[in-house]
């Protein structure tokens, strides 16, 4: 509460020393605590914050004063450009996706799932239990904490079927957040400059991260169940590839989810062509209809290196993530790891630890299920009602999104900015496709907007999209 408050007196004291000439002696506190009905100590943090900022200067015993602003004159950087010289390889800026839209409109573009889908009560207590435990002043392995590191060993062991080897805590390699596991694998499992297949479309931050690592992205087209194998049999052939980056389960934007028979055969084209399929299970507590089975479970032979992510199912805020990997390639992996991180933060793997194998997690994903289950039908009611043109490539089994096919003749940056203009922000399907998108294609999240915002967002899609035609 002190927070808010602090924020507001910082909001409105900013205002008046825009106005006021520097050298202009702020309110006392007593003044400012009767003004706005705080505490001296929610003033006083104001205060500080002001401070930090620049804007003002505390004279002890005389009082506060706003700071003479010093004349701003344009930069010259250029002497960077000539040290810089030109980029190893050119990493496109962070995904538009990650805007914070303004107050009040329906964010829509986002990812991460609104607070009320997190375990609140777990997370903050298990933060609370790690800040006054060990973690809290020791430094972790670099691999992550053994318990930690069981966990998601035996998160994939309890889907492995007789006759293949589980993984082990040892192959277990703790992250912070799967975005940066994705960077070390690429640069671990592919030398700059070689191919590095992808399903098109796909998650942008693996282009990204593919990007970083200067690796050559070959794209496989996939559809609601995955890709051909045989489309996938010809990419490894055609391109010498030993990697194939993927989303078996509840994939990021399509929601796709291979069957088993299909999985099966992709893992043996994988391994026909001695290759590395790297899965990245970012929704595997996500599922809706369905489970999710990971392909790791299925080998023991080191095919698949395995990402699962804690970052939208436990909190934003508690940015863990796993690598699962056997052999050689682990090695590899953590060498990276090593020399980019060293080691993942104790007290955000004790918290996690700690709420996923509290009771009442399970119970929580439980209640999410059909949480994001309501949610995702009511965007899809919502958009057949007011945007009957927009076209649901399939409805998800799972995860957090809707992919949706506009008409051929959409003009998505004029179509992204109207809606801007009506404060409902969506995501321009373009970033998804590691080459040239195959038409104009959205990507609406259901988990991060209030559900009673759906029709009225829906509704501007619509008017938008008729307007257009
Ligand atoms: C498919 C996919 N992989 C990885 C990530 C990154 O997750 P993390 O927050 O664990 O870095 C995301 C985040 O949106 C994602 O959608």
Redesign the pocket.
């Known amino acids: 509460m002190s927070n808010d408050s602090s924020l507001r007196i910082v909001a409105d004291l900013r205002d008046w020393i825009t106005a006021a000439p520097a050298g202009a002696k702020l309110p006392s506190t007593r003044e400012l605590v009767a003004r706005h009905g705080a505490s001296p100590v929610t003033v006083q943090k104001a205060m500080r914050i002001l401070s930090a900022q620049g804007l003002i200067e505390s004279r002890p015993g005389v009082g506060t004063f706003v700071r003479a602003v010093r004349t701003a004159r344009p930069l010259d950087y250029g002497w960077q450009t000539a040290a810089l010289g030109s980029p190893h390889n050119r990493i496109p800026s962070a995904s538009p996706t990650m805007r914070t839209a303004p107050p009040g409109a329906i964010a829509l573009h986002a990812?991460y799932p609104d607070p009320e889908l997190l375990p609140e009560r777990l997370v903050r207590t298990a933060l609370t239990r790690a800040a006054r435990s060990g973690v809290a002043v020791s430094r972790s392995p670099v691999a992550g904490l053994p318990d930690l590191q069981a966990w998601f060993a035996a998160e994939i062991g309890s889907a492995v079927p007789v006759g293949v080897t589980p993984p082990t805590a040892n192959d277990v390699i703790v992250?912070p957040?799967?975005?940066?596991?994705?960077s070390s694998t690429f640069r671990a499992l592919v030398t700059p400059g070689q191919p590095l297949l992808m399903e098109s479309p796909t998650?942008w931050?693996?282009i990204l991260a593919a990007a970083q690592a200067g690796v050559r992205v070959i794209p496989v087209p996939s559809g609601p169940s995955g890709p051909e194998p045989d489309e996938l049999a010809r990419a490894f052939e055609e391109t010498g590839a030993r990697a194939f980056y993927a989303?078996p389960n509840y994939?990021?934007p399509t929601g796709a989810q291979w069957g088993r028979e299909r999985a099966l055969r992709i893992l043996d084209v994988v391994r026909a062509n001695g290759a590395f399929l790297i899965e990245?299970d970012?929704?595997h507590d996500f599922g809706i209809t369905t489970d999710p089975v990971p392909l790791a479970a299925l080998d023991d032979a080191g095919h698949v290196v395995y990402?699962r992510?804690?970052?939208?199912s436990v909190s934003?805020a508690i940015?863990i993530?796993a690598v699962i990997a056997r052999g050689p390639a682990r090695e590899r992996i953590l060498a990276d790891r090593g020399a980019a991180s060293m080691y993942v933060s104790g007290i955000l793997q004790a918290a996690a630890l700690d709420i996923v194998t509290h009771p009442g997690w399970g119970t929580h994903l439980r209640g999410l299920r059909q949480q994001l289950r309501a949610r995702r039908d009511l965007l899809i009611d919502s958009m057949s009602e007011h945007a009957p043109t927009a076209h649901l490539t399939a409805t998800p089994p799972g995860g957090l999104n809707l992919w949706y096919r506009l008409p051929d003749s959409t003009d998505l940056n004029v179509f992204m900015r109207e809606c801007e203009d009506r404060n409902v922000f969506v995501a321009s399907g373009t970033e998804w496709f590691p080459a040239e998108p195959a038409g104009p294609f959205i990507r609406l999240n259901y988990s991060g907007v209030n559900p009673g915002a759906f029709p009225d967002a829906a509704r501007v899609i619509g008017e938008v999209l008729h307007r257009a035609a």
């Open positions: 990812g992250l957040g799967s975005q940066s596991g994705l998650y931050g693996a989303q994939a990021n990245d970012w929704a990402i992510s804690l970052t939208k934003p940015r993530a």
